[in-house]
C-alpha cells in the first residue's frame, strides 16, 4: 500500500504537468517564464524531499495508530474506525479540518511562514503555483494529522484524504474560473483563493481552507473576492531572486538577521514563533496590526464624508 501511495505521483504528475502547458499557451499573460521555471524546479525537490517525508509521515501514523489502540478499547470502545464508505468521507472532511488548522498557523507562526512562504513569493498567479510547495513544510506538516491516527482512522486512509486534498487544491491556482455562484462560497475554488495569494490589506491572512470553505466562514477568516479590487499577488516582502534556493530560504535569513539583532532572549523567541511581521520595536506590522490601521483610516475617511454631506445638507438647507 505504501508503495501504491508513492506511485500515484507518477499518474499524476504527467496530467498536472499537461494542464499547466495547456493554461500557459492558453492565457500566456498570466505567466512570467522566469518565475515558473523555478516553480518547476521547486516542485521536483519538493517532491524528492517528499518521497522520504511522506514514507516517515505514514510510519508516524502506524506508530501514533498502534499505540493508541488500548485508548481507543477502553474509552472509545473500539479499535478501528475501519473502512466503511462513510468514513472515508469522514475522513476527507477531518483531512481538510486539519489542513485548515495547519495552513491558517502556517500563516500565524513565522517559523512556519518560512516554510510555507515558498508557495505565496511568486508575484504571478497560475497552475504553476499549485506545484509550487515548499521544500520543509512536510517535515512538520503531519504533526496535524496526529488526532485522527489517535481516534481511529487507519493511517493509510489519512495518507489518501491528504493526497485527494493536495490534488484538488492544485485546481485552485488559476485565474481563468469564474466565480461559481452559491456553491463557490461551500465549497473552495479557484475564483476564491485569489483572494489567499493576494497581498492586498484586505485579502491578508484569509480564505485558508483546502476543499470547504465552512471553516473560513466559522472561524472568521473568510472573504469573498471585492469588486473592484485588483488583485496585487505574492507577498509583502518578496526575495530579492528567481533563484528556488532563495524562495525556500529569503524567509529563514531574515528571522536569523531579527533574532541576532533582538535584544532580549525573549524578543528572540518572539521574532520566531510570533506572528510574521511583528517587531520589538513596532518597526514592522503583523498583518492584524496593519489590517486595524486600515479599518481605522476607512472609518476615519467615512466620518469625515459623513461630516461633509451634512455640513453640505445644512447649507442647502440655509439656502433654502
Not at 303 to 315: A, P, Q, T
Amino acid at each position: 500500500m505504501e508503495l501504491y501511495i508513492e506511485g500515484i505521483a507518477y499518474y499524476v504528475y504527467p496530467v498536472l504537468i499537461t494542464l499547466i502547458i495547456i493554461e500557459y499557451f492558453s492565457a500566456k499573460h498570466l505567466y512570467n517564464l522566469k518565475e515558473s521555471l523555478s516553480s518547476f524546479t521547486i516542485a521536483a525537490v519538493s517532491s524528492l524531499i517528499a518521497v522520504f517525508t511522506k514514507v516517515w509521515a505514514l510510519g508516524v501514523f502506524i506508530l501514533v495508530f498502534e499505540f493508541s489502540k488500548e485508548f481507543r478499547m477502553e474509552y472509545l470502545g473500539y479499535e478501528s474506525l475501519d473502512w466503511a464508505w462513510y468514513v472515508w468521507l469522514v475522513a476527507i472532511i477531518a483531512d481538510d479540518f486539519s489542513f485548515y488548522w495547519h495552513h491558517r498557523l502556517s500563516h500565524s507562526i513565522r517559523i512556519l511562514w518560512a516554510a510555507h512562504s515558498p508557495h505565496h513569493n511568486a508575484d504571478s498567479f497560475n497552475l504553476s503555483v499549485g506545484i509550487r510547495n515548499g521544500w520543509f513544510v512536510t517535515f512538520y506538516k503531519p504533526v496535524f494529522w496526529l488526532w485522527m491516527a489517535i481516534i481511529g482512522f487507519e493511517p493509510v486512509m489519512i495518507a489518501m484524504a491528504l493526497i485527494f486534498n493536495g490534488i484538488f487544491q492544485f485546481f485552485l491556482h488559476s485565474q481563468l474560473v469564474p466565480s461559481l455562484g452559491w456553491i463557490g462560497r461551500i465549497i473552495n475554488n479557484a475564483y476564491v483563493h485569489t483572494v489567499h495569494h493576494s497581498s492586498n490589506i484586505e485579502y491578508l491572512d484569509k480564505n485558508h481552507g483546502g476543499i470547504l470553505l465552512i471553516w473560513d466562514r466559522f472561524f472568521g477568516t473568510y472573504v469573498h473576492p471585492i469588486k473592484g479590487l485588483e488583485n496585487k499577488f505574492g507577498v509583502l516582502k518578496p526575495p530579492t531572486s528567481l533563484n528556488p534556493i532563495t524562495a525556500n530560504t529569503y524567509e529563514f535569513t531574515c528571522i536569523w538577521k531579527d533574532v541576532n539583532q533582538a535584544p532580549t532572549w525573549k524578543d528572540k523567541l518572539k521574532y520566531i514563533f510570533y506572528p510574521p511581521g511583528w517587531s520589538h520595536d513596532g518597526s514592522t506590522l503583523t498583518v492584524r496590526q496593519m489590517q486595524a490601521a486600515h479599518a481605522a483610516k476607512i472609518a476615519m475617511t467615512d466620518e469625515k464624508k459623513s461630516e461633509v454631506l451634512i455640513e453640505r445638507d445644512y447649507l442647502e438647507r440655509m439656502a433654502g
